[in-house]
C-alpha cells in the first residue's frame, strides 16, 4: 500500500461546485502539505501544516481551504471551483526531524468544466 | 521566489552528460532535488545543506554553493532510465521546511 494515499485520482466537475480532495499517509509524520503543478509553473503551495493545530497558508491559498483531521489525513476543500482551478495536485508528507524530503501522493487530476 | 532553473528542457543520447542549474535571489538553507515521470508523483533524489557541500549516488550528483546561492545537479553516462522533469525545492532557512519549486528541467534521454 502506498505510503500517502489521495483520492480521487481523477475528478471532473463543473463551476461554482464545492470539491473536497483528500490525503491520507501511513508514514507517521507530522507534516503535510497541498501542492498545485501547472505546465510550466512548476509545483506551488497552497497550505500546509505542521502538526493538527497548525495550519499555515502558502503563496497561493486564495480559493482553497483546508482540514487537519488527525495527524493522518490532510483535506483540501475548493468551496466554490472555477476553471483556472483545473491542475494536478498532490499531497506530501514529511518528517520534522532534521532535514527530511518530502514524500509525494500520486496526485488528483482536478478538471472543471 | 521562485529559484530559476535552467536549461528548461534538454536532449541528450544515452551516455551523454547533463547539467541541470537552480538559481535563487535569496539566500538559501538547502537545496532538495526530485524527478517527476510524466504523470507520476516526484521522487527524492537528494538534499544539499548550507556549507557548500556536495552529494551524490550512482552516477547522480549535486553541489550547492552558498555564496552564489547556487544548485547544480549532475547526471553523467545518462541512461534511458532518467528522462523526466527534475525539479529543485529551495529552503531559506533551517526547519522551515517550507520549499518554493523552480519551474522544472525537463530531460529526454534518446536510445
Known amino acids: 500500500d502506498a505510503d500517502v494515499t489521495q483520492t480521487p485520482r481523477n475528478r471532473i466537475t463543473k463551476t461554482g461546485k464545492r470539491i473536497m480532495l483528500e490525503c491520507s499517509q501511513t508514514k507517521g509524520h507530522d507534516r503535510m502539505y497541498w501542492y498545485r503543478q501547472d505546465p510550466g509553473l512548476g509545483l506551488r503551495l497552497i497550505y500546509y501544516s505542521f502538526d493538527v493545530k497548525d495550519i499555515n497558508k502558502g503563496e497561493i491559498s486564495d480559493g482553497y481551504s483546508v482540514s487537519r483531521q488527525a495527524q493522518a489525513k490532510f483535506s483540501l476543500s475548493l468551496e466554490s471551483a472555477i476553471p483556472n482551478q483545473t491542475a494536478l495536485y498532490f499531497c506530501?508528507?514529511?518528517?520534522?526531524?532534521?532535514?527530511?524530503?518530502?514524500?509525494f501522493g500520486d496526485g488528483t487530476r482536478l478538471s472543471i468544466l | 521566489q521562485q529559484p530559476v532553473q535552467s536549461p528548461q528542457a534538454v536532449i541528450l543520447r544515452e551516455g551523454e552528460d547533463a547539467v541541470i542549474n537552480c538559481s535563487s535571489s535569496k539566500a538559501l538553507y538547502s537545496v532538495h532535488w526530485y524527478r517527476q515521470k510524466h504523470g507520476e508523483a516526484p521522487v527524492f533524489l537528494m538534499i544539499l545543506l548550507k556549507g557548500g557541500e556536495q552529494k551524490g549516488h550512482d552516477k547522480i550528483s549535486a553541489s550547492f554553493n552558498e555564496k552564489k546561492q547556487q544548485s547544480s545537479l549532475y547526471l553523467t553516462a545518462s541512461q534511458l532510465s532518467y528522462s523526466g522533469t527534475y525539479f529543485c525545492?529551495?529552503?531559506?532557512?533551517?526547519?522551515?521546511?517550507?520549499?518554493?519549486f523552480g519551474q522544472g528541467t525537463r530531460l529526454t534521454i534518446n536510445p
Open positions: 525545492g529551495t529552503e531559506n532557512a533551517q526547519g522551515a521546511q517550507k520549499l518554493v
Open positions: 506530501a508528507t514529511s518528517d520534522p526531524s532534521g532535514d527530511q524530503p518530502q514524500h
